[in-house]
């Protein structure tokens, strides 16, 4: 098969490294003709321009710009693409993209399949320096297919899928964005929130004994909240519903906690951590 790959960062170029690993041909496009050549040296692509025109023969497209650039991006492609390209994505938000493709598909006639999808896999780093092979094996890789989505394009991403390692999901649009919200959306505000309040606190003197003695438990819970900035104020701006429903939700449980503190209801407050103590283990099974 022959996929090409529009955006060169993280996840394309890790996606290029193991299709090219499967036997894939893999073409590449970017922005910026630095990143092409740095694509070809490093095994991520067979070949990479600056120009979609490299897309003219290809069999399925990986679009793995930001969410902002997703719709732009294939109505930039689409005059190139064999009818028949299969057109996935890799966006961490799925039923604004999902509807806004399904309307932009319909409106220029484009017989060109289209199915969401969403690797749940990634560094801290970004760029296509910071590409990896089996960046998605044994990490969750999630399709949203819709009713009217074709079955034969479903199946033929799906089995590449499988191919990388990955445990696929599927399910529809707004289920996926409400299960994100929670588990990947809200741990990144609550973590920089967390950040924030440590960087808020006035005596210089505390703040900087906090700096010296943050140790695992700190990194653990402050990780996501210190990543890619661009990332996170995507997730909210095209997530915002579901985040908002999330953030209310936490609003509210930290409320309890902050009550239980103030009243000194202590066996409340132990109650409350034996229940997450309980429950934390079934979100790791992965």
């Known amino acids: ?46 070949d990479a321009s600056t120009d979609v025109s490299i897309l003219s023969t290809v069999d399925m497209v990986f679009l793995c710009t930001p969410l902002s650039k997703i719709i732009s991006t294939t109505e930039q492609i689409l005059p190139f693409l064999p009818k028949t390209a299969i057109l996935t994505d890799v966006g961490s938000v799925k039923a604004p993209i999902v509807s806004q493709m399904q309307a932009l598909l319909a409106e220029v006639q484009a017989q060109n399949p289209f199915v ?54 599927q399910c529809d649009p707004m289920t996926h964005d409400r299960a994100v919200a929670l588990i990947s959306h809200l741990p990144v505000m609550v973590s920089a929130s967390l950040i924030e309040v440590c960087q808020s606190e006035r005596d210089a003197s505390v703040r900087e004994l906090a700096v010296q003695l943050a140790s695992s438990g700190f990194r653990d819970t402050s990780r996501v909240g210190g990543g890619n900035p661009e990332l996170g104020r995507l997730m909210a701006e095209f997530n915002t519903d579901a985040l908002l429903a999330s953030l209310y939700q936490y609003r509210s449980k930290l409320d309890q906690i902050i009550h239980q503190v103030e009243m000194a209801e202590w066996d409340a407050l132990e109650s409350k951590l034996l229940l997450t103590q309980r429950d934390r283990p079934q979100y790791l099974k992965g």
């Open 116 to 169: 969401g999808g969403h690797p749940m896999a990634g560094t801290a780093e970004t760029g296509i320096d910071a590409a990896l092979s089996d960046l998605f094996r044994d990490n969750p890789y999630v399709l949203t297919p819709t009713e009217t989505t074709p079955v034969e394009a479903v199946n033929a991403v799906a089995k590449l899928v499988r191919s990388l390692g990955a445990r696929l999901y």
């Open 1 to 46: 098969m022959k996929l090409g790959i529009v955006g060169l960062g993280l996840i394309g170029g890790s996606l290029g490294l193991d299709a090219r690993a499967l036997g894939h041909r893999v073409v590449g496009v970017s922005r910026k003709e630095s990143t092409c050549k740095s694509a070809i040296a490093m095994g991520a692509v067979d």
